[in-house]
């Protein structure tokens, strides 16, 4: 049968239900449009070409399934068919996605008219949705050129083309949507054999993949093999002699690809694969012997930012130096080699450890100056973790709770998708990164999430491990929640030292400057800061440096640096939705004046703001009158 279930079930009602049912009929019954009807039977005729059927419309009467070979028709029915387009093309969206999709496998112009056919669509729909192709195109560093008399074709690198593909399927991290594509693409068999086969090799050189880099390695080698085997190759000189103590690695790395994919590999993808390589790796061994001296400069500048503005000194700390030149070291090499990390855990970070994250955002940012590095958010929110841990350890800055989690199910998918559903539903704060068999867990040199939740017995790594049931109970799971959950004993009464009436705003803006403008100079007139002008400018530089949207609606503008006479938080909340920017809204707008002096006291504030989000109160919040009503029921979650 067909790969979706829409198709599958116009089929089941034309075959059951003869020349009974017009276009207009089979909408009403799956609630979509005639025409969307209409697109669906031609996308489902190019299928029955190749399986012996064709539907037909009898005038007067409806659609019937005319079947001229009925060994294919049968077998076809028996089997899952794979549909010509991928993506939803009865939306915007998935046309967008289609037709970029199949751009990037054009070796030369295409019509719109030839487009459209490939696409299921008039040319019309096709023509009004070209800026909007254009516009995705652009972020892929990719440009739609258009000729008279040619058509269009999608212009840039190789390389870039690869990273454009992979993006489009992988929007959302979803890993079972990605191998789907896969599927899609009669891929599926080679991702089971690299699955397989690839951390065996690995290890036998001694150095592994951590379960996220080896999936994204895995993609980058299935979009690789599918390219050079349609004579789209990479253009890139790097060099076999800069493989260095990696060579036999590459080797046989190499030999094993050219047999998996039964394709030659070319000395250019041979590079591109020793980047990919290079730039995953974890390394068992020690690796203090094989940094330089950029590595070590760029450490050193990063602790020191850190002390500079933020007064957390952090350079006796052997373990954070040892950990982050480990991390900077391959980071590094992926900012030279144009390698940018998508991190599923980013978002996370931000809303759950944000004094880290601005902690380590300003120092990368400043270090930019210096060392002339673009590094991007994903890596700095990985980086983030590392400064969120030292603070614990040196200065007791601790979080709520282990809010990401790794579970290690023994029992198959199907009984993984249970727990992750339970977990969700008991503990809809916990993270859940990813689920992973025992076998692929023992290959971990070190676990990343904050603790491990298991069914079966395994051996703990770096992390706390916590067992449950295969199939656990609600009780079971409460009880886990109380296990891994850390309670604070909040010191100071942040509602009552750092909010006031007077810095308290509701009414409706028009934009998030005009926001941040009122709360500024409501700082100003109550003598919190010294100069309007200079602490306006350091808030929207800091929002030129990325959104501070923690999420639900909340907003934590901010300057980089402490530059007030005493600590304060302006509140203001929106009659309507603001705009932050790269598709945020934010309702709720903390605005954060600290000073030097009560810096550590001051920090609990953040607390604060990850209650509000953990417990989905930014809406309640929004809706107070006045401040009395605020601060009532801010007292309620920060309790």
């Not at 059927?53 to 007067?60: A, D, E, L, P, Y």
């Not at 991702?191 to 086969?197: C, D, N, R, S």
């Not at 076999?240 to 998996?260: A, H, N």
Request: net charge negative.
């Amino acid at each position: 049968m067909f790969a979706d279930n829409r198709k599958n079930k116009i089929f089941t009602l034309l075959e059951d239900n003869l020349c009974k049912f017009n276009g207009e009929k089979i909408g009403e019954l799956l609630s979509i449009s005639d025409r969307t009807v209409r697109k669906e039977i031609k996308v489902m005729n190019e299928v029955g070409k190749n399986h012996g059927f064709s539907i037909k419309n009898m005038r007067g009467k409806g659609f019937y399934i005319d079947v001229m070979d009925h060994h294919h028709f049968h077998e076809f029915k028996k089997s899952n068919v794979t549909s010509p387009v991928y993506f939803d093309i009865n939306t915007k969206k998935g046309r967008i996605k289609q037709c970029i999709i199949i751009l990037l496998n054009a070796h030369q112009f295409m019509t719109l008219e030839e487009l459209a056919e490939k696409m299921y669509v008039g040319r019309t729909t096709l023509s009004q949705e070209l800026k909007d192709i254009r516009n995705l195109l652009t972020s892929f560093n990719l440009s739609l050129q258009s000729k008279v008399g040619k058509g269009i074709f999608i212009e840039g690198s190789e390389r870039n083309k690869r990273c454009a593909l992979l993006s489009l399927i992988d929007e959302t991290f979803d890993y079972a949507q990605i191998e789907r594509y896969f599927g899609w693409k009669n891929q599926q068999h080679l991702l089971e054999a690299l699955q397989k086969q690839l951390p065996h090799l690995f290890s036998t050189f001694h150095l592994y993949f951590s379960d996220e880099n080896l999936k994204n390695f895995i993609f980058h080698l299935l979009i690789m093999a599918d390219r050079i085997q349609n004579q789209f190759i990479l253009e890139l000189k790097y060099g076999r002699d800069k493989w260095g103590q990696y060579t036999e690695l590459m080797d046989s790395l190499i030999q094993l690809l050219s047999e998996v994919f039964i394709i030659e590999i070319p000395q250019s993808e041979q590079d591109y694969l020793f980047i990919q390589v290079r730039s995953k790796i974890i390394s068992v061994v020690e690796q203090s012997q094989h940094l330089n001296n950029v590595v070590i400069e760029y450490t050193q500048l990063f602790l020191d930012k850190i002390n500079e503005n933020y007064y957390y000194d952090l350079n006796k700390d052997e373990q954070l130096r040892s950990d982050l030149q480990s991390h900077i070291n391959s980071m590094l090499f992926r900012v030279n080699n144009n390698i940018r990390v998508r991190n599923p855990m980013e978002e996370h970070i931000k809303k759950y450890f944000p004094l880290a994250y601005e902690i380590t955002l300003y120092a990368v940012k400043s270090i930019k100056n210096e060392l002339n590095y673009e590094v991007n958010h994903g890596e700095i929110a990985y980086l983030s973790l590392h400064i969120g841990a030292s603070l614990e350890r040196n200065y007791q800055v601790k979080y709520e709770r282990h809010n990401s989690c790794l579970i290690v199910c023994g029992s198959g998918i199907g009984t993984a998708r249970i727990i992750e559903a339970a977990i969700k539903q008991t503990i809809p704060d916990l993270f859940i990164t990813k689920t992973i068999s025992a076998q692929r867990y023992s290959t971990l040199p070190y676990v990343e999430e904050d603790v491990v939740i298991t069914t079966i017995d395994i051996e703990e790594k770096n992390k706390p491990i916590f067992k449950i049931e295969t199939l656990p109970s609600r009780r079971q799971i409460i009880d886990l929640d109380k296990k891994i959950t850390k309670e604070l004993s909040h010191t100071t009464d942040l509602l009552l030292n750092y909010f006031s009436p007077k810095l308290f705003i509701k009414k409706s803006f028009k934009h998030k400057d005009e926001a941040i403008k009122a709360l500024t100079h409501a700082m100003a007139l109550e003598a919190v800061i010294d100069n309007e002008e200079d602490f306006l400018e350091a808030i929207l530089k800091r929002e030129e440096m990325g959104s501070t949207v923690m999420g639900e609606g909340v907003a934590v503008p901010h300057p980089l640096n402490l530059l007030s006479k005493r600590t304060q938080i302006g509140i203001a909340l929106t009659e309507e939705p603001l705009d932050w920017g790269n598709g945020q809204k934010a309702q709720l707008i903390f605005l954060l004046a600290i000073s030097k002096e009560d810096y550590e006291e001051a920090m609990g504030i953040y607390d604060f703001l990850v209650d509000i989000i953990r417990e989905n109160q930014a809406t309640e919040l929004s809706a107070s009158r006045n401040f009395n009503e605020f601060i009532l029921k801010a007292r309620m979650i920060y309790s």
